[in-house]
C-alpha cells in the first residue's frame, strides 16, 4: 500500500473548499480541418480503450488510529472520471479559461481516485481542450511533466492514443515516498528519524535567523519582511491569464550572464510585478518574497520537493542589479537545500506552509505571509507534440493558490515556447492580464537594459532613466496576441 510523505499529507490537510489542491494541464490541440468533426468523441473513445495505473488509481484512506495513506483501488473505471463539455458557439481562448477556472475551484471526490479529465470542444476554428487535474498530494509538478511525456507524441504522423491516467513513465517510488510516514508512524524505528528532521530542521532555521540578523550570509526568516501587498479577500473564484516568452532568446541571454533561465524568469517577473504594483499604488518598499518548489536531487516522482522562500531584488533597482540579485538568492537556495536531508526539508516545508493555512481557517484577522507569490517551473515538453495527429498548440499549467497566498505563476516549456500560466486570487490581483502583459515587455526591458551597448559607461544613465520610466504608471496597453485571461 502506498504511503504518504510529511508533504504528501500536507496537501490533503491544508485543502478547504477555498483553497483545492487540484492540479494539472490545460492542452489545447489543433486537429487538421479535415479530423476536426467528431474529434473530441473518438479520442475519448480511443483514451478509455486504456487501463487505469499508477498513481491514477490511488484513493485516499483514512483510519481514526492511524496516519492518512492512499490505496490502490484495483478496478477504476476511467469513464467515471472523464466528462466532456461543449461551450456554447465558437469560444475564445478566454471563454475556454473561464470555464477551466470554474472547474478549478471544484474539490475532486476523496472517495474515489483522485483525479478527472474533462474534454472541451466548441471552440473557434476546431480546437479541443483537454483540462486534467489530479490531487497535489499524489503528483507534483515533475510527475505531471512525465505524464505528460508518455501521453502525448512527438510524431505528427502518429495516430495512437495514449491517456493520461496510464500513469508514469517509472514505477511511482511508493518505498521511497513511505519512507517518511512510516518512520512517523513507528515508536522506536521513528523515533531516530523525527529527531534528525527536526533537528535539520531547526539547524536549517537557525541559518536563516543569523542572515536575518545580518550575522552570516543566507536568506532571511520565513514571514519575516514580506510586503504587505498583493492583498484580497479569499473567495472560490479565480483569475487566469497567460503569455509566452521565446526560450531560445531566454537561453542566449542567460548564458551571455551566467544566469540560468530560471533566473531570467525570475527577474523578469520582478520587473513585471514591479511595473504592476506601482501602477496599482501599493509598491512596497522591501522586495517581494517567492514562494518557490525546488526539485530534491534522486527523487523518482511524488511531492519530493522542498518549497522555500527568498527575496527578489529591491524596489527601484535597475534591470541589471534585479537579475544579480536573484542569481545571488537562488544560488543561497540552492547552497541551503543541498546541506539538509530531504526528509528535513519536506518537514519545514510541511509546517512552514500550515500555519498561515491555520491562521486563514480560524479567522485571525490579517493573513499571515509565508510569501507574497509562488514561482515554479517544472519544465516541460522540449520538442513539438501531437495527439492522435492533432497539434498541441498550448500545454498550460492550472496550479494551486497556496494557503496565506493570492498568486500562482507556473512555467511550462513547448518546444521554443516559454508558456507562463498566472493564477490569481480576482479580488488581490484585479486585471491579471495586464501583469501577463507586463511579463512579455519586461523580458524586453531586461535584455535592452543589459545589451553591450547599454552597458557602456557613457549609456548608463540613459539605461537607468529608461528603467525607471518603464516602472512609472502608464496607460494599459493594448493585449499582445499571446496574453490571454479570464475569470470566474
Known amino acids: 500500500m502506498p504511503a504518504l510523505t510529511v508533504l504528501d499529507m500536507a496537501m490533503f490537510a491544508l485543502e478547504s473548499r477555498k483553497r483545492p489542491f487540484g492540479v494539472g494541464p490545460l492542452i489545447v490541440l489543433k486537429p487538421k480541418p479535415a479530423e476536426r468533426r467528431g474529434f473530441a468523441d473518438r479520442l475519448v473513445k480511443r483514451m478509455l480503450e486504456h487501463p487505469v495505473r499508477s498513481p491514477f488509481d490511488y484513493r485516499l484512506k483514512l483510519k481514526p488510529t492511524a496516519l492518512p495513506t492512499v490505496e490502490s483501488v484495483a478496478e477504476v473505471d476511467p469513464s467515471a472520471h472523464v466528462q466532456r463539455i461543449t461551450l456554447p458557439g465558437k469560444a475564445t481562448m478566454e471563454q475556454l479559461f473561464d470555464k477551466v477556472s470554474e472547474l478549478q475551484a471544484e474539490l475532486l471526490d476523496r472517495s474515489r481516485p483522485l483525479w478527472a479529465l474533462y474534454v472541451i470542444d466548441g471552440l473557434e476554428d476546431g480546437r479541443v481542450a483537454l483540462y486534467g487535474k489530479v490531487h497535489h498530494g499524489i503528483i507534483d509538478g515533475r510527475g505531471?511533466?512525465?505524464?505528460?511525456?508518455?501521453?502525448?507524441?512527438?510524431?505528427?504522423?502518429?495516430?495512437?492514443?495514449?491517456?493520461?491516467?496510464?500513469?508514469?513513465?517509472?514505477?511511482?517510488?511508493?518505498?521511497?515516498?513511505?519512507?517518511?510516514?512510516?518512520?512517523?508512524?513507528?515508536?522506536?524505528?521513528?523515533?531516530?528519524?523525527?529527531?534528525?528532521?527536526?533537528?535539520?530542521?531547526?539547524?536549517?532555521?537557525?541559518?536563516?535567523?543569523?542572515?536575518?540578523?545580518?550575522?552570516?550570509?543566507?536568506?532571511?526568516?520565513?514571514?519575516?519582511?514580506?510586503?504587505?501587498?498583493?492583498?484580497?479577500?479569499?473567495?472560490?473564484?479565480?483569475?487566469?491569464?497567460?503569455?509566452?516568452?521565446?526560450?531560445?532568446?531566454?537561453?542566449?541571454?542567460?548564458?551571455?550572464?551566467?544566469?540560468?533561465?530560471?533566473?531570467?524568469?525570475?527577474?523578469?517577473?520582478?520587473?513585471?510585478?514591479?511595473?504592476?504594483?506601482?501602477?496599482?499604488?501599493?509598491?512596497?518598499?522591501?522586495?517581494?518574497?517567492?514562494?518557490?518548489?525546488?526539485?530534491?536531487?534522486?527523487?523518482?516522482?511524488?511531492?519530493?520537493?522542498?518549497?522555500?522562500?527568498?527575496?527578489?531584488?529591491?524596489?527601484?533597482?535597475?534591470?541589471?542589479?534585479?537579475?544579480?540579485?536573484?542569481?545571488?538568492?537562488?544560488?543561497?537556495?540552492?547552497?541551503?537545500?543541498?546541506?539538509?536531508?530531504?526528509?528535513?526539508?519536506?518537514?519545514?516545508?510541511?509546517?512552514?506552509?500550515?500555519?498561515?493555512?491555520?491562521?486563514?481557517?480560524?479567522?485571525?484577522?490579517?493573513?499571515?505571509?509565508?510569501?507574497?507569490?509562488?514561482?515554479?517551473?517544472?519544465?516541460?515538453?522540449?520538442?513539438?507534440?501531437?495527439?492522435?495527429?492533432?497539434?498541441?498548440?498550448?500545454?498550460?499549467?492550472?496550479?494551486?493558490?497556496?494557503?496565506?497566498?493570492?498568486?500562482?505563476?507556473?512555467?511550462?516549456?513547448?518546444?521554443?515556447?516559454?508558456?507562463?500560466?498566472?493564477?490569481?486570487?480576482?479580488?488581490?490581483?484585479?486585471?491579471?492580464?495586464?501583469l501577463a502583459d507586463y511579463t512579455v515587455q519586461a523580458f524586453a526591458q531586461l535584455r535592452q537594459a543589459m545589451a553591450p551597448e547599454a552597458q557602456a559607461p557613457a549609456a548608463r544613465p540613459a539605461a537607468r532613466a529608461a528603467a525607471r520610466k518603464a516602472t512609472k504608471p502608464a496607460k494599459p496597453a493594448k493585449r499582445p496576441t499571446q496574453v490571454m485571461q479570464a475569470t470566474r
Open 144 to 434: 505531471l511533466i512525465h505524464v505528460l511525456t508518455r501521453w502525448l507524441s512527438v510524431d505528427p504522423a502518429d495516430r495512437s492514443v495514449r491517456a493520461m491516467w496510464e500513469g508514469l513513465s517509472r514505477p511511482s517510488a511508493s518505498i521511497v515516498r513511505g519512507s517518511v510516514a512510516k518512520r512517523l508512524a513507528g515508536v522506536w524505528k521513528g523515533a531516530g528519524s523525527l529527531v534528525a528532521n527536526t533537528t535539520g530542521m531547526a539547524r536549517l532555521l537557525a541559518e536563516r535567523g543569523a542572515a536575518t540578523l545580518g550575522l552570516a550570509d543566507g536568506l532571511p526568516l520565513p514571514f519575516v519582511r514580506v510586503p504587505n501587498v498583493l492583498e484580497g479577500a479569499l473567495g472560490e473564484r479565480r483569475s487566469f491569464a497567460c503569455c509566452v516568452l521565446p526560450l531560445a532568446e531566454m537561453k542566449a541571454f542567460g548564458k551571455a550572464h551566467q544566469a540560468t533561465v530560471n533566473d531570467v524568469f525570475l527577474a523578469t517577473l520582478d520587473l513585471a510585478l514591479e511595473r504592476y504594483l506601482r501602477e496599482q499604488g501599493t509598491l512596497p518598499k522591501h522586495p517581494l518574497v517567492v514562494d518557490m518548489p525546488v526539485a530534491l536531487p534522486g527523487a523518482a516522482s511524488g511531492n519530493q520537493i522542498a518549497v522555500m522562500q527568498f527575496p527578489l531584488g529591491r524596489p527601484g533597482a535597475a534591470p541589471p542589479q534585479r537579475l544579480q540579485a536573484v542569481r545571488e538568492n537562488t544560488a543561497k537556495l540552492k547552497h541551503e537545500t543541498s546541506r539538509q536531508s530531504q526528509d528535513a526539508v519536506m518537514l519545514y516545508t510541511a509546517l512552514a506552509h500550515g500555519f498561515p493555512s491555520l491562521i486563514e481557517r480560524i479567522g485571525l484577522g490579517r493573513r499571515i505571509k509565508l510569501a507574497n507569490l509562488v514561482v515554479s517551473n517544472p519544465f516541460g515538453l522540449s520538442q513539438p507534440s501531437y495527439l492522435m495527429g492533432a497539434e498541441v498548440e498550448w500545454v498550460l499549467p492550472m496550479s494551486l493558490v497556496a494557503p496565506g497566498q493570492t498568486l500562482n505563476i507556473t512555467a511550462v516549456t513547448l518546444a521554443d515556447r516559454f508558456q507562463i500560466g498566472f493564477l490569481a486570487l480576482p479580488d488581490a490581483v484585479p486585471d491579471v492580464h495586464k
